[in-house]
């Protein structure tokens, strides 16, 4: 008896559209194969906004990949600002072992003995 032609249950066990009709019920057509609605509530092919929103996209500043691109930079900018620094300490400390045991004092009061010097 399940094999007659008649026999409708799978199609009727398919997922139903469910959009609100103009009568207030839920559209009881089948959904669209992938889809949530029905044909006739935005199941259709071609209808429905593009995949990742792209009509939101003006310039793409905050893209994923803009976004990464521009962390690698901040991270390479910070990587050479602490080189930088450690260069800095080490030609700073350079300097100091070859003054001998000139202290930080010395170091300072020098730029007002060349004021004076020049006054
Ligand atoms: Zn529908």
Redesign the pocket.
């Known amino acids: 008896m399940s094999d007659h032609v008649n026999d409708i249950g799978p199609m009727l066990a398919s997922p139903r559209?469910?959009?609100k009709t103009r009568c207030g019920g839920a559209?009881r057509?089948p959904a669209v194969h992938g889809k949530k609605?029905?044909r006739?509530?935005g199941g259709a092919p071609g209808s429905g906004a593009p995949k990742a929103n792209r009509n939101a996209r003006k310039h793409g500043l905050f893209t994923r990949d803009a976004i990464a691109e521009r962390r690698r930079i901040q991270a390479l900018l910070g990587e050479a600002r602490k080189l930088l620094e450690e260069m800095k300490c080490a030609s700073f400390a350079d300097s100091s072992q070859t003054k001998g045991k000139l202290t930080n004092q010395s170091t300072l009061t020098a730029p007002t003995q060349a004021r004076d010097s020049a006054s």
Do not use: E, T
Request: aromatic fraction near 0%; glycine fraction near 12%.
């Open positions: 559209c469910g959009a559209c057509s609605r029905c006739m509530h």
